[in-house]
């Protein structure tokens, strides 16, 4: 009852219906991409009259914006609990950490993943030897798994991908267990943490991880700032990520040659110029969610509780699950005989409420989970809850999903280039 978790905006916000009335909108679809913290909008506000290109400007605002970005690496170092020499390059997003990561392995790393992974984590690795396993249905076959898994990689460097919270079902991954047994293999792990960030603290030393990646704007931050923390060997002898201005320590012409020196990490990585004002975000985000932990979680607990409680009552409702396990605030599920696009499409239409129908970017993922629930269903749906969300918000959906189950639609639904509009 004494919950207090921070601010964030869009409260109150209203959307039309089809009727062409106004409602609150219920936004659920944190796992997509979360509003924006008060907090981090004054923050913005206050550093937009002075963003200006950093390291290069002498002037005032430039050594502003340099400070605001570097302070923002200490920030995002403490905030997933890295070593004091792990390095932070500031990316885009959680899928271009990951890319860079995967373009910066030894040559000869052996990648070892998960089939269920988000497909920023599913796609970029390349190289002599990827294995992706077929996701086990418990956490504890899973560890096995990775054990035989690695067990069989050639020997060299070794890299396991592991997601934290899993942006389908939500469930929580056994990675301490797991990040062990790589340990043991001699592996590196690198932790997708774009949908644990923001619901959990994480600890990477404590839990013997070597990379971290995730994402601004599902940490309650605008768009376009990312991060990649960890270790900076690879990252160093790697080729840099992008070709340019901010990478370079000298350049001169050697004959018809360029001769290039690049910068050392983090700046290797990070040519062109910085996108100053959203690493602030980021960074004032991570602030203020460490902050607040024990709220965060509480409020979510509680919600969440409410959620798969309500969605228990709907007919021929089925939650999907990979483990049957602790989860974060985010749950899939599909309606026997309803199609995911519809109802998605009436719960906006009708009840001003937003959720997420389709496969997630997890297309083995989602398409596994429907078949293990008995569905022949390509789609599901998705609800998510964060810091935005209230126990109207999830009533609202519980309500409407019944409704929209037994008595069906209350407007006519047309297919428009796969959509359904009303
Ligand atoms: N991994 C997971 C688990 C995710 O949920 C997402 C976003 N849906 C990503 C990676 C990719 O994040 P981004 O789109 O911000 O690059």
Redesign the pocket.
Known sequence: ADVQVPAVTGAGLTVPLATGAQIQYANLDH??SAPCLRAVQDAVDELLPWYASVHRGAGFASQVSTKVYERARDVLREFVGARTRDTVVFTR????SLNLLARSLPKTTAVVLFDTE?H??LLPWRGPWVRRIQTPPSPGDAVLALDTALAAAPTGPRLVVL?GAS?VTGELWPIVELAEVARRHGARVVL?A??LAPHRQIDIQAWNVDYVVL?G??LYAPFGA?ALIGRADWLQAAEPYLAGGGATKQVVNWGDRLGVSWSAVPERHEAGSPNVVGVHALAVACRTLAENWHDIEAHELALLHRLRKGLRDVPGLAELSIFDGPRVGVVSFTIDGHDAGLIAAALSAEYGIGVRDGAF?AHIATRRLLTKVGSTEQRALRASLGLGSTAEHVDRLVNALRTLVTEGPALAYRLEEGRWVP
Not at 93 to 96: A, G, P
């Open positions: 796992a997509a997003n959680t899928t271009d988000h920023a984590a997601t942006n997708d774009a949908q994402s704007h599902k990312g970017c």
